[in-house]
Each structure stands twice: as structure tokens, then as C-alpha cells.
């Protein structure tokens, strides 16, 4: 049986563009987006992920949230500066949570469009950091 290489593939060309985000210039903007927006991904025992968004500024505008590696990506957009979403998701994934990175890309009133990702961890875990862009 053939291995599937689209996830393996896709998560390295994520990976390099996280390293390019998190080595690029602009340490000053990256500190003031690390200040403005507080963003978190947990998973509950119960089944479910929360997802936890608040920009403290309250100018967002616009926010389009993705989970990526499920079989079909959940989606959703927002139109508030905080929120919070409860998303069923009945079993740990068998390659870790990295598999389902979660991507916010933000419209906001100030700082214009805004890329956030973390990853999901579980309760109780130490809180995986989050990974700021700007374009």
C-alpha cells in the first residue's frame, strides 16, 4: 500500500513558513501583536477543542478561523474582537496534535491583516506559543 505524502509535505512547507515567521525582521511589530492579541487552542477530555480569541484593542474587524489536517477543514468567520468555540472532536489524534494546527487570519482596524497559528493542546499542558504574522 502507498504512503499518503500530502500531509507529511504540506506540514514541512507549514513548519519552514512558521521558521521564516518566527526569524523574520520586524521583532518590534511582532511584540506589539504579542500585546494586542491573546489566542489559544485547548483540548477537553470531553471531546471537544476550545478556541479562544480576544484582541484587547477591540478593533477587529474581521477573523477567519481554520483547523487544517482534518479530512474536511473546519471553518468559520467571525466579526468581533473576542470569542470563544467549542468544535467536537471525539478523538486525540494517533500523530499528535501538530496535525491540527489552528490559523486565524485577522482584519483589524490598526495593524491590517494579521496571521496568527498555534497548536492544540490539551488541558493542562503547557501552552504551545503562537506564531505572529503580518502582510
Known amino acids: 500500500m502507498a504512503k499518503k505524502l500530502g500531509p507529511p509535505i504540506f506540514l514541512g512547507m507549514f513548519t519552514l513558513l ?3 515567521l518566527l ?3 520586524g521583532t518590534d511589530d511582532k511584540e506589539i501583536l ?3 492579541f491573546k489566542f489559544e487552542a485547548t483540548y477537553y477530555d470531553s471531546g471537544h477543542v476550545e478556541v479562544s480569541y480576544l484582541d484587547k ?3 477587529t474587524n474581521l477573523v477567519v478561523m481554520e483547523i487544517l489536517g482534518m479530512d474536511e477543514s473546519f471553518h468559520k468567520t467571525f466579526y468581533d474582537s473576542e470569542f470563544i468555540e467549542i468544535i467536537p472532536f471525539p478523538n486525540v489524534p494517533k500523530y499528535g496534535w501538530v496535525i491540527h494546527p489552528v490559523v ?3 482584519e483589524h482596524a ?3 491583516h494579521i496571521q496568527l497559528k498555534t497548536e492544540i493542546h490539551p488541558l493542562g499542558d503547557l501552552v504551545p506559543p503562537v506564531i505572529y504574522g503580518r502582510s
Open 18 to 20: 512558521a521558521i521564516l
Open 34 to 36: 504579542r500585546q494586542t
Open 110 to 112: 490598526e495593524l491590517g
Open 23 to 25: 526569524t523574520g525582521a
Open 104 to 106: 486565524l487570519e485577522i
Open 57 to 59: 484593542s477591540g478593533k
